[in-house]
C-alpha cells in the first residue's frame, strides 16, 4: 500500500489531470449551444441541400445517382468529425422507363400525364386498351365486380390523410385485378394538384396476377369520374415499360460519435438517402438527410462529447423497399439501441416530435406506453423552451420502425406538412419549395434532441409486454 501511495504521489500533477472524467456538460447551458448553433448555420445547411439536390438531383435505389449521394454524405460527414462506414445492403432495381395514357372519348383522344408506380410491371412492350370504369372506395369496387373484367379501374378518392388514402395506391392494382381488370390507375394521393401526378410505391399479392398501375392527377381522375357521372364512356389506352433488373449492392451510410461514459447504448438519428426518380427529392428526404447530418456535426463540434454514443445513418431503399430500414435493424440486433429518430415529413414550420414506443401488445397498452414516455420528458421539458414543441404519441418513421418494433425508443420530426403533400412524390419536389428559416429550426429541433437522446441521465426506455429492450 506504502508503494503504491508512493507512486501516485510521484506522478506528474499534468499526467493526473490528463486522466480526470471530463466533467459533464452542464444541460440547460448546452442545449443553448445546439439550438444556436444549429439557428447560425444556415449557410451550411443550405450548402449541403444544393449539392444533394442540384449537384445530385433524384435518387432512386440501384442507380448511379444514389452512389453519388452514398459518396458525398460519407465525405461531409468525415469533414465533420465523424467515424464513417458504409454498411452494403442489397436493393432491388426497379426501372420507370418511358410511359403514356391516351384517354378517348366522343371520338376525341386526350394524352394526360401518368406516373407508373413503384415497383409496377409494365404492359410488356405492347399497349393495353380497355375501357375505364371510375370507383370511389373499395367496397364500390366490390359492387361493381361483376362489371370489372376486361376494364381498367381508376379509384377516384379524394385524399384525407395520407394514412386514410394511400391504401388505394398500395392496393389498388391487386384488388382490382382480383376481379378480373387489366390495369388499374389511382387518383394521386394528395390534396391538391396542377397537373401534377404522384408516384410511390405499390404491393402485389401472392395470389391475383400483377396488373400495370400508375398515378393519373386530381384533374384527370375528376374528368374521368365526371364522363361516368353523365354516362359517358372512355377508353383509355395504356403503355408502361416498367420492368425490374437485377438486383445491386447499395450503402446505408453511418458517422458515429462514440459516447464517453454509456458507448454502449446508442442513439440514431436519421432520414432516407433514396429518393423517387422525379423532381429532386428536395423535401423526400434531402431535408432529413442534411438535418441529421447537421445534429451529427454540431454534437461533434462541442467541448464534451454526449454521454452516449450517437449514429447519424443515411438509409438507403426507403421508397420501394425498406431494405436499408430492415438490414440495420438485423445487422445491429445485438446492440443497445436506446433511442432511434427520424426526418421525413419534409421541411416545413417545426412544430415538435412525435414519440412513438411499440410494447408488442394491445394497441391500448402501446399507447398507454407512449403517454407514460412523454410524461417522462416533462423533466426536460426546460431545454426545450426555445422551439416550443409539441410532445405527441404518433408512429416515428419507416426506416426507424424496424428498430422500434424490436423496442427502441422512437421519435419522429413533426412539422407542418401543408406546403408537403402536394408534392410529395411528384416532378415539384424541388429545392425552391423549402423556406430556409422554417428549415432551419427543423434542423435546430433534430439537433436538440439527438442532444437530449444522448446526454440525459434518466433517458426513459420502452417497457415492453412482448421480448424487446427492457
Given at each position: ?32 449551444v445546439v439550438i444556436g448553433r444549429a439557428l447560425q448555420a444556415k449557410d451550411t ?372 406538412t401543408t406546403g408537403y403533400w402536394p408534392i410529395h412524390h411528384t416532378e415539384a ?42
Amino acid at each position: 500500500m506504502r508503494i503504491l501511495l508512493l507512486a501516485a504521489l510521484l506522478v506528474p500533477a499534468p499526467a493526473l489531470a490528463g486522466k480526470r472524467k471530463a466533467p459533464a456538460p452542464d444541460l440547460a447551458d448546452t442545449a443553448a449551444v445546439v439550438i444556436g448553433r444549429a439557428l447560425q448555420a444556415k449557410d451550411t445547411t443550405w450548402t449541403r441541400m444544393q449539392e444533394l439536390c442540384d449537384d445530385i438531383g433524384h435518387r432512386l435505389s440501384g442507380t448511379p445517382e444514389l452512389e453519388r449521394a452514398v459518396d458525398w454524405a460519407a465525405r461531409r460527414m468525415e469533414e465533420d468529425g465523424l467515424s464513417v462506414t458504409r454498411e452494403p445492403i442489397e436493393v432491388q432495381r426497379w426501372v420507370r422507363g418511358s410511359e403514356s395514357l391516351v384517354i378517348e372519348t366522343s371520338g376525341r383522344a386526350r394524352e394526360v400525364p401518368i406516373l407508373g408506380l413503384g415497383n409496377s410491371v409494365g404492359t410488356g412492350g405492347e399497349v393495353i386498351e380497355g375501357e375505364v370504369l371510375v370507383v370511389g372506395s373499395f367496397e364500390e369496387l366490390v359492387a361493381k365486380k361483376e362489371a370489372v373484367k376486361g376494364k381498367i379501374v381508376l379509384y377516384d378518392v379524394p385524399f384525407t390523410t395520407y394514412g386514410g388514402t394511400v391504401g388505394y395506391r398500395y392496393r389498388g392494382a391487386s384488388e382490382a385485378a382480383r376481379h378480373g381488370a387489366i390495369a388499374s390507375l389511382v387518383r394521386s394521393v394528395g390534396p391538391t394538384s396542377l397537373s401534377t401526378p404522384h408516384t410511390g410505391s405499390l404491393g402485389y399479392v401472392d395470389d391475383v396476377p400483377q396488373i400495370p398501375a400508375a398515378a393519373v392527377d386530381i384533374e384527370t381522375a375528376a374528368w374521368l369520374h365526371r364522363l361516368q357521372d353523365r354516362g359517358q364512356k372512355a377508353t383509355a389506352r395504356l403503355s408502361m415499360e416498367a420492368h425490374f433488373e437485377d438486383p445491386v449492392t447499395s450503402h446505408n451510410v453511418v458517422g458515429e460519435l462514440k459516447g464517453r461514459e454509456l458507448p454502449d447504448q446508442v442513439v440514431v438519428v436519421g432520414c432516407h438517402l433514396d429518393s423517387w426518380d422525379v423532381g429532386q427529392g428536395a423535401q423526400d428526404d434531402a431535408a432529413g438527410c442534411v438535418a441529421a447530418m447537421e445534429a451529427g456535426r454540431i454534437l461533434a463540434s462541442l467541448d464534451v462529447r454526449p454521454r452516449r454514443t450517437v449514429r447519424v445513418v443515411l438509409f438507403t431503399n426507403e421508397e420501394n423497399g425498406l431494405a436499408g430500414g430492415r438490414g440495420y435493424q438485423e445487422a445491429h440486433a445485438d446492440e443497445d439501441i436506446v433511442a432511434a429518430m427520424e426526418m421525413d415529413t419534409g421541411a416545413g414550420p417545426f412544430e415538435g416530435y412525435r414519440i412513438d414506443a411499440r410494447t408488442g401488445g394491445t394497441d391500448d397498452e402501446t399507447l398507454a406506453e407512449r403517454e407514460r414516455i412523454i410524461a417522462a420528458f416533462g423533466a426536460v421539458e426546460h431545454l426545450f423552451t426555445a422551439l416550443d414543441p409539441e410532445f405527441v404519441p404518433s408512429f416515428s418513421g419507416a426506416d426507424v420502425g424496424p428498430l422500434v418494433d424490436h423496442g427502441t425508443l422512437g421519435i419522429g420530426l413533426a412539422m407542418d406538412t401543408t406546403g408537403y403533400w402536394p408534392i410529395h412524390h411528384t416532378e415539384a419536389d424541388t429545392l425552391d419549395k423549402i423556406d430556409r428559416a422554417h428549415f432551419q429550426r427543423d434542423v435546430a429541433g433534430m439537433a436538440l434532441m439527438t442532444w437530449v437522446l444522448a446526454e440525459w441521465p434518466d433517458l426513459p426506455r420502452v417497457q415492453r409486454t412482448l421480448g424487446g429492450h427492457p
